[in-house]
Each structure stands twice: as structure tokens, then as C-alpha cells.
């Protein structure tokens, strides 16, 4: 009970700092809720120095009311906060610990958090683990120098898987939805901002100044400013943000709005923003941009909305604002203007994956639900369904990968097969691709056969044998030989010689054995 938790704060201030404590059940300290009224409530003694395991077991501290820091001073290295809720209370500066040096694990606040300079919803300033936390109510400072931030003001450590579903609100610089200010070492890491964000300049829905790390976080909510305000960071000084988006609403009553960043001197990464982003003043109309409205730094693979920067003047803004009446351009690769069709379709998801680090697949959609990628979900595959060359290729984005399809249209030439070489027939698309197939094989000679040279009886004669195709080869034929014929002798007379028996060839005549 609420007596039991006044003791164990009396405990540990008294020389017990190691002590652990474990809640048993629901605790009300103050009935009603103290952010509305703390009329006779009873006054939270903080607990200065902690080094132990406070155990929330998932139990609730109803009605705290402290007016000089959190429920805690100071969370030393070894000290654990966790599975507690705190709600209906009112504290001042923060509501869990004013420093933390341990850890929040799964520790959720519910109320008002006011203060004169740097205000946190659970913790003031951080240097160790924040996780899994939570904060909604309003947090607000009434000084100039007042900054304010959803989870924390200042943050040197990591806050990792939280959120702001909170008002936030400064009277002068610096407010975040997450924190007020994440510093050199600081890391933010998968939070989302679901609470409005007001200052006065450096102010953004997940950091309002960042020269640490923002990973994998978003922000829904309206953000508004007098100068320097971003959907996820107010001024981005040496500072990464990576594979973040904002869907929020994005003003400045002057200058330097985006939709990411308001001013950059750091790097934005594998970022998008769909959420308007605005400057009213009519003579700085023109800073206002889709993903940064000043940029000095490094912007990489984002993609925004196009349209939906503008200026009180009516003019439409590109990714970058611009001190000059003319629209900054945008840069391929750098900011890329794309409309509500292209993130709907998740050609925009696959965009962001093909340019992570390493190739690392953060981004999802749901195609056909959800209008654009979200960092869980779904994974996105590029298609190609149709085109038979990369200037004719079709694509198309869908949650199941399916092989490319290629739709050649082919012209089909016949080469006939000939005696020695095998026919084929070559398929040629106009993109120039070709293939050979259907091959015939060759046909072989068919010789015809003719006597070019008759023989003679002393000469050999010839036979050509010739192919339609122009190839021929010849053999020769045998002489055919004398054809003997005998001449007949004759006989003496008183008055003439006679003559022997000759013989020529009945052939060619020549005579073979003369008669004398």
C-alpha cells in the first residue's frame, strides 16, 4: 500500500540504496488524477539515490504527486526500474527519475510533468537503457529556456522500443516526441511519436535537436513550430537518421519545415514522408521541403510525397526548401518526389530496401492495405511480368515473389538444310534477341551420272557425277580396244602382184597388220 511505499523510500534514503522492492498489488497514493487538480494531496518523498531492483510486477502506482523531480532522483549504473505503470500523477522535471544511470524496462507513465528548464516524461536526463517505456499526458515548461521531451530531455544512452502518445510542449527550444535533445552517443532506436509536439524552434516528433542516432523510428502526429521543425528531427546537427518516416503534419509560422528534418547538417537515410509540411510566413514560404527545409549535410535514397510541401503563398515545394523563390531540385538519389499511387503500389518500399546499408530489408508493406511501407510487416518483391528488353521490361510490386517473365515477340527464318550442312530455323525479337532451334538434319548428295568423254579404241573415255548443290567427281572409262577385221589376201596374176592377208579395225580403221 501507499504506507508500505513511503517506508521503502525512507529506507533507501536512509542508507539503503542496494535495497529491491517488489509491488504486490495496485497502489493509490492520491485518489483522483493530480494532472487535474493536487488540491490537499499528499506529497511524494523522491527517492534520492537507487542502486537496486525495483520490481513494478506489473502492478500500478496510482496519484503521485511530487513538485521537485520524479518518483526517483537518480537511477544509479546497477539500478533496474521495470514492469511498473505510474498513473492520474503530477510531477515536476520527470516523472520516473530526474538521471538515470541504470535501467527503465517496461515502466509506464500516465499524467502531467511540468518544469522550468529541461522536462522529460520519465526521465530528465539519460545515460544508460530506457526500454520498452511509455509516456501520455502533457509535458510542458514555462521558462525560455524550458526544452521538453516525451520520453526524455536529454539523452547521452539508448532509448530503445518506446513511445509518446503525449502532449508535448515548450515554451522555448528544443521539444521532441522522444527527446528534447539526443546527444553524441545518444541512440533512439524503434520508437514512434504518437503525441502532438509545440515550441518554439528545434523541435520534431521523435528529437528535437540530434547529433546522435535515429533508427527505425516514425512519427504520426501534428509537429509546429516557430522555425526548425521536422517530422522526426528539429535540427539534425551531425546527426544520422535512418530508415524513418513521418506521416504527421509538418508547420513553422516561418521558416526551415520538413518533412524530415527541419534543418540538416547530418546524414538522412532510406527515409520517406507522406505528412504535409507547411512554412506560413509568406517571405520565407519557399523553406519548406518534402524531406528537409534547409539541408547541409547528406541526404540519401528518400522519397516524399510530392505536393505536399508548400509555402502560406500556395507554392508547391520540392524535397529540399529553398532560400530563393525558386524550388531547390531535387537530386536523383538523393530526394525523389513520387505520388500516393507509387507508395500504395510498394514500388517505394522496394525503393528504400534496394538502397539500405548492406542490403538489409527494413522496410515492409502490406500491398492492397496498407498505403505505405511500415518497418515490420510484409516483404515487398519487384516482379517483372512482362517486356522483352530492359527498355521494354514491366514490372510490378507484390508480397509473393514470382520468376521474371519475359514476352518476346519473335520473327521465325527458315535456313533449309543442304547436302553437307543441317537446317535450322533462327527466332529474332525486335529488341535483338535471338535463338536457333528446330534443327533438320542435312540431306546427303544425290549424284547424277552422264558420260562426258566417250572412250576410244587407244583413249580412255570419263563419267562425271554430278550433285544439284555443285559438287561432282568424275571416273574414267576403259579404252574399248581395236576391233580386228581381217582384209583378205590376193592372189598373183600374169600381169599384177598379189597381196597377203591384212587385218585394220573395223572401229576406227587403223590398220593393224598391212598387206604386202
Known sequence: NAGNLYWFAAQVNGGDPDANAILTADIVVNRGDMSQSTANAKIWIQISEYAGVFDGNHKTISGLYAGNGGMFHTIQEFGVVKDLQVVCSSTSVAGIAN???????????????????????????????????????????????????????????????????????????????????????????????????????????????????????????????????????????????YGSYNTGAVTAIYASAGGIAGINYGEINACYNTGTVLCLSFSYCYQSGGIAGSNSGRIINCFYRSGCATGDNGSIQNGVGSNSSTPKKDLPGECIGVSTEQFASGEVCWLLNSGTYDGETIWFQTIGTEEAPRLSGSVVYKNQTGGCSEETYTYAYSNTYTPAVTNHRYKAVVTAPTCTEAGYTTYTCACGHSYVADEVAALGHKYTESVTKQPTCTEKGEKTFACSCGDQYTEEIAATGHTEEVIPGKAATCTESGLTEGKHCSVCNEVLVAQE
Open 99 to 241: 538521471t538515470n544511470y541504470g535501467s527503465l524496462q517496461n515502466v509506464h507513465y500516465s499524467g502531467k510533468v511540468t518544469g522550468s528548464t529541461g522536462v522529460g516524461g520519465l526521465v530528465q536526463m539519460n545515460y544508460s537503457l530506457i526500454s520498452g517505456c511509455s509516456f501520455s499526458g502533457t509535458v510542458s515548461s514555462s521558462s525560455n529556456s524550458g526544452s521538453t521531451g516525451g520520453i526524455a530531455y536529454y539523452n547521452y544512452g539508448t532509448i530503445v522500443d518506446c513511445y509518446n502518445a503525449g502532449k508535448i510542449d515548450s515554451d522555448s527550444n528544443r521539444a521532441g516526441g522522444i527527446a528534447a535533445i539526443n546527444d553524441t552517443k545518444g541512440k533512439i532506436i524503434n520508437c514512434y511519436n504518437a503525441g502532438t509536439v509545440s515550441g518554439t524552434t528545434y523541435v520534431g516528433g521523435i528529437a528535437g535537436y540530434n547529433c546522435g542516432e535515429v533508427h527505425y523510428c516514425y512519427n504520426t502526429a501534428a509537429v509546429s513550430a516557430d522555425y526548425n521543425v521536422g517530422g522526426i528531427v528539429g535540427y539534425n546537427e551531425n546527426g544520422l537518421i
